[in-house]
């Protein structure tokens, strides 16, 4: 007897008519027209019917602040909506956090991910705080949600592990705590030197302790600022390769277009994954300019073109940086479709995969995927394909962890009464259904 059975279901990679089998937790069999004859089914104690829509991996989010999250007009709000207030208002918000507060609102942001289909979360805490106040928390969130999300920290020095006192102390201190990964910001240390010296250091940490690395990299629109070239060449000099990721990248959007071809290489021999967060990048670079305004993300089709992995983000939930968002990496998708311009169909697809197959590899969570052996977990989309998925913000009809159904939402459709008209919209197009 079957836990559970999805049936006629859609894969991301276009097989119909698709049945998945679960049992204790794990799917055993995924095969075209497995339960399509109902009365030839294998017994299941649950069928979930797809009819024909999409059924995909969970979503996964490789970058995130969840200590910051839902924190929005806590003390105040950032009035000028700039990257540097965001961290200066951070910083006057810290002292005031309990442990309670921000476990709570940790939680209330996973209740919304889960809802969303998103099941796995990279999240940075800020180790600028001896009482390490937020890495306890994350901590404790991290195993209480452990049942229903992967939530995997960082271990972020947000004022600059060199620039701050004691935040080596304090990041050494929270890995030693249970955080997982080495986490930097070369770009906020005092010079670009200082910044160099950050990468090496925290480079050489991660090598000794066998960590994954995941750096706040060149943060900025400024063309000079290159500590993703350190950050590659130290990954190659210690063997990291494929176990470090740059985040945001966003200088790159700025750099000299020669430079940029003699980085790409550089990026992909050191196997490097970049994450870039659309939504932020676009609301927080180019704020020095007047006309043209520069969007600031990194240059996504060229990096997935020379052959580097890039994930989409949220970074940012309702906090000092952000005052928007809902965990909906649909939307972060979509977003990082139209900022890249990435409309062609491949491209489209790519951003499907930078909120779920990219992003896993980056966490290297275990047993993520639609085939037999992987765990089930599962989203069942109100789309019939990725790029649909993506258009429609598509509702999480089901989300399934582990075999059981965690979170249902109901199709989006709106009810109209024009005599001669169809009885309701669900966006989908004339004579596709
Ligand atoms: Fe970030």
Known sequence: MLDLLVRNAVLPDGRRGVG????????????EGLGL?????PAAREVLDAQGLLVSPPFVDAHFHMDATLSHG??????????????ALWGELKPLLTHDALVERALAYCDWAVARGLLAIRSHVDVCDARLLAVQA??????????YLDLQLVAFPQDGVLRAPGAWDNLTRALAMGVDVVGGIPHFERTMAAGAESVRAL?????????????????????????????AAETVRLGLQGRVTGSHLTSMHSMDNYYVSKLLPLLAEARLHVVANPL?????????????????????????????????????VMDPWY???????LEVAAMGLHVAQMTGTEAMRACFDAVTTI????????????APGCRADLVLLDARDPVEAIRLRAARLAVVRAGRVIATSPPSRAALDIPGRPAFVDFKGVGLE
């Open 74 to 87: 806590l003390p105040r709000v950032n009035a000028s909506g700039t990257l540097l207030e965001g961290i």
């Open 138 to 147: 994350l901590l404790e969130v991290k195993r209480r949600v452990a049942p």
């Open 359 to 370: 992003p896993a590899r980056i966490l290297g969570l275990d047993g993520y995927g639609v």
């Open 280 to 316: 932020i990048n676009i609301t927080l670079q180019g704020r020095h300019d007047t006309y043209p305004k520069r969007r600031g993300m990194t240059r996504v089709p060229e990096l997935l073109a020379a052959g580097v992995p890039v994930a989409f983000g949220h970074d940012c």
């Open 323 to 329: 005052p928007l968002g809902s965990g909906d990496m």
């Open 20 to 31: 998945i089998a679960v049992k204790d937790g794990r799917i055993v069999e995924v095969r």
């Open 203 to 231: 480079c050489a940490l991660a090598a000794e302790q066998g960590r994954l690395v995941d750096m706040h990299c060149d943060e900025s629109d400024d063309p000079h600022s290159r500590h993703v070239e350190t950050l």
């Open 37 to 41: 004859d109902v009365a030839a089914a």
